[in-house]
């Protein structure tokens, strides 16, 4: 008889393991548990289906020809049993057996194990807001969720859509709605939308969405949702006032779904998953957890985190597939990596934030740059504003932010793969990435960062952040604001209180720079405010700030010439 | 009295290695000499701008701003001296000058230097064929040279152009004559273009160019060039007959540009640069090389390389700049990377080939497979076709190739990062790479290739080439081709000579699949012929390969049914 092998949650990880299992064995007895219907279908899939941009349903549930994922599915190709609207009720550890109970008789019964795996996904959070449970208050998790949403957008011809929560699924959302024609404001508990990004970060992508015509509410608190005589929502009360909506998405965020394994006696981490080790065994070593609800481990800093991405699930799922017939697989942890679209705009993060690092008492340097993907010269180059974060005393690369237009994507994978690599900013700046105008500059935007980041870890360059500098204005701080743009640039648009030295008349006119206060210099993208730096310098000023990123990275207020 | 620094070539290297120097050293006096007129200017820019896509000439010589980079500007800007339109002509070493020669005036000069850092860049390859220097054979090295080209495009309203040699550049020219509505037919001496991919991926690229319409005559020597009675090119005499063309572009490959270094009694390295150590100190320690000139190494495997790069330009000479004021700036060496717009498909390598690994001697596998870039129910989705190779030893990455219309630098710039951490494929397959359906699949084509690899390293997988099954096929073996796709799939297009046995079939079928011959499996993408040969391996086949990256990467002819 081959090796017993219970799979429990059939959507990413847990067919993966199934499926990884049987190649590798084929005579293992392999089953999987699911509670819904629908097996392994793409759940990062849903607000691409809500939006129309994924127009057939199937898509989500089918093979890439169209073939269903569907029991017969696993049964013939896979040789993958699958008992589905059944749920897993309890695991008896000492007698190996999981007990799993029909969704819609109601029998239950009892499968041995050799080897389980646990792949039981992530649940919504539910917040304690007063009438949360009306109508067309919804959330986003399972593809009939994403029917239901489908349907009354339709039937309530929707003019507006309240988000709570501007974390992913929020803003992916916001973008489905407006794709379907309707206003939508996102409500977001605290003082930015995307936590995982450093609020000057952040500042840009809320202004984005707010150039796009998406109301951003932040540091709001929802209080109740009001509905009608109908139980239907009609309005979602905030710290803030109201707005009126027939639909509302709840989607604050996800937790690890952990239950099954918390009743069988399984340890779980300090981030509220399924504690594992590198090979993906629980605490019980014939029992692996994979996917959502395994802990994650991010190997920039060894820290715990939840991280609910379908990527990391199907990588689980391989190593817990291998190791369940007997391989020795390892999985070595996250990136913390975070990927999102906010309508044209790329927006991409990996390792740790400036504000984790403070959190964690590491002390950093940062650096942000702006530049466009491509050469100027290439026509549909895209600006790139990048951020890189180095450890102070080691120089490694710890995280990495990109937000804009421009191709963010690459970069942000380029600098997981030296996290992973335990690269320096040093080693980044000398990476020979490929090059030929279609795809980046001679010196790419991240080259750039890092070798920025160089010169302010070397002394070379003092930098201010688009946040720091705008809280130094709104207290008041005497300082001079340099412009080293052209004419032209400084008339068509600054940051108010700007002073114009252009770069070319900077040598000759340093004098009109004081050497007793704080100067900022900003340019464009600050390449030129960092050669004005340079100019001061060797001039005696010793006093010379640049603003990170420039001009194209100012998320607040500016004026122009009349 | 300042540092004095002297710096031989203005288009890349040169400019930034004074740019840098100045930034570190606002006393040192920094003198450029560059024997043509114009100064930093894009070189890599000059097929785009012959094809028009660069409208403005001036784009390519003028900051993002529009500031010409002119002798005024680094006087203003940066204040280094150019002396343009001049030639170094010798270098005194022991009295640690420079000669030059104004090209104008024929007067001569001593320039005295503390540091010198030559960057006198490349030049074409002139082969030794007969009638080369006809009007309208022309080649492609300066922006006069492109000026040329546009007006020769112009002036005879050229139905065809003949392009002599199938490197980077010459590709780069079939696509901007194709944009000027040009024939275009591309004549290469070697069995195939663009050596520095293997014949499977070249033969992608081949097919690819033939389908948008070029003429690719591979393994064609040219013979002759024949002119009017005016002196203009008629027609190109190749050994597999002549192609009439009124304008002919020789691009056989580049050379370092090393006569002045050689002169000097400089050391030249192996692959015919101006041998440098990690600092890009010369032999002689006061003088520094940088850019095209410079010798490379290969920090895969250490090897000598000629690799003529804006991007490696770029970042040798800040290196080189920081070090002349007397910093240890250290440049860890290239990854022979080449990135490359063949019309509407990308094309990227880096490391080594499995042909360049076997000159070598280094033992090495490789895998080859297809996916989508984005998901399959992502619109705009694009296929990859992937190859990655290994060091057998040690399981190293140590070479990526990439073709197709989808996304591929962002991988190849992954696996250059891998290969400069020194990671395995193991490690690559486990890379937390960004993921979100815009970008990516849950298992990026990336991390798929290196589990595919990891499956061959381990034994599970055993595979074939195209050109591998193609010379096969030709040489009349005997073997079963199994197609493993729907009905429909087989009906619609196959390889000639396949057998259709559906995957979802197989485990029914296994007994008509002979277990004494050998078996080709494939599928559209061979993700479902690797599931076959599981089954049927489980079956006790043991003799079933699969074809790498399955239908949509074969080259080669293929039928379908009436």
Request: aromatic share 4%; hydrophobic share 40%; charged share 25%.
């Amino acid at each position: 008889m081959g090796k017993r092998i219970v799979v429990i949650g059939g959507v990413a990880a847990g067919p993966k393991a199934a499926a990884r299992a049987r190649r590798l064995d084929p005579s293992a007895e392999i089953t999987i548990v699911e509670k819904d219907e629908i097996l392994s279908y793409a759940g990062c899939g849903l607000p691409y289906y809500i939006s129309g941009m994924v127009h057939d349903r199937k898509e989500l549930i089918a093979t890439p020809v169209g073939v269903l994922r569907d029991p017969q599915f696993f049964a013939k190709v896979k040789d993958i049993k699958i008992l589905n609207k059944t749920v897993a009720t309890s695991v008896d550890r000492p007698a190996k057996e999981v007990e799993v109970q029909s969704v819609e008789t109601g029998e239950t019964q009892r499968l041995p194990y050799d080897k389980l795996v646990i792949a039981t996904g992530a649940e919504t959070l539910e917040p304690p807001i007063p009438g949360k449970d009306l109508k067309n208050v919804v959330r986003l998790k399972r593809l009939e969720d994403a029917d239901r949403f489908r349907e009354y957008m339709r039937d309530s011809s929707c003019p507006q859509v309240v988000i709570v929560g501007g974390g992913l699924i929020g803003i992916e959302m916001a973008e489905a709605v407006r794709e379907c024609g309707s206003g939508v404001t996102i409500v977001e508990m605290l003082p930015h939308i995307l936590p995982m990004l450093d609020a000057d970060m952040t500042c840009l992508v809320e202004k984005h969405l707010r150039q796009v015509g998406v109301t951003v509410a932040t540091g709001t608190r929802v209080e109740r949702f009001e509905g009608d005589e109908h139980g239907r929502l009609q309005s979602v009360v905030t710290s803030k006032g109201s707005f009126v909506a027939p639909l509302a998405l709840l989607s604050i965020g996800l937790r690890p779904n952990v239950e099954l394994a918390k009743k069988a006696g399984l340890l779980i981490g300090p981030a509220g998953g399924i504690a594992v080790n590198q090979y993906l065994q629980t605490s019980d070593p014939d029992i692996y957890a994979a996917g959502d609800c395994a802990e994650k481990s991010c190997f920039v800093r060894g820290t715990s985190c939840f991280l609910p991405l379908g990527s990391v699930a199907n990588k689980e799922g391989r190593v817990a597939g291998s190791n369940v017939v007997g391989r020795a697989d390892r999985f070595p942890g996250v990136a913390g990596a975070t990927a999102l679209k906010v309508f044209d705009w790329n927006v991409g993060r990996a390792g740790l934030s400036v504000e984790q690092a403070a959190m964690l008492g590491v002390p950093v340097v940062s650096m942000t740059v702006s530049a466009p993907d491509k050469p100027h010269y290439y026509p549909g180059n895209q600006p790139v504003i990048l951020k890189l974060i180095a450890e102070k005393a080691n120089r490694r690369l710890i995280g990495i932010q990109g937000v804009g237009p421009g191709e963010v994507m690459k970069r942000i994978d380029v600098a997981i793969t030296a996290m992973a690599g335990r690269m320096t900013v040093d080693d980044v700046a000398q990476l020979d990435l490929s090059y030929a105008p279609p795809y980046s500059e001679a010196m790419d935007v991240l080259i750039h960062c890092a070798n920025s980041l160089r010169n302010k870890l070397d002394g070379l360059l003092m930098g201010v952040s688009c946040t720091e500098l705008q809280a130094s204005r709104q207290a008041g701080e005497q300082f001079m604001l340099l412009d080293v743009r052209t004419p032209d640039e400084h008339h068509a648009g600054r940051i108010p209180g700007s002073t114009l030295i252009p770069l070319g008349a900077l040598r000759a006119r340093a004098s009109e720079v004081p050497q007793d206060k704080r100067v900022v210099a900003y340019c464009k993208t600050s390449l030129r405010a960092w050669e004005a730096s340079r100019i001061l310098e060797g001039q005696g000023h010793h006093n010379v700030e640049i603003l990170e990123g420039g001009f194209v990275a100012w998320p607040f207020e500016t004026e122009q010439s009349a």
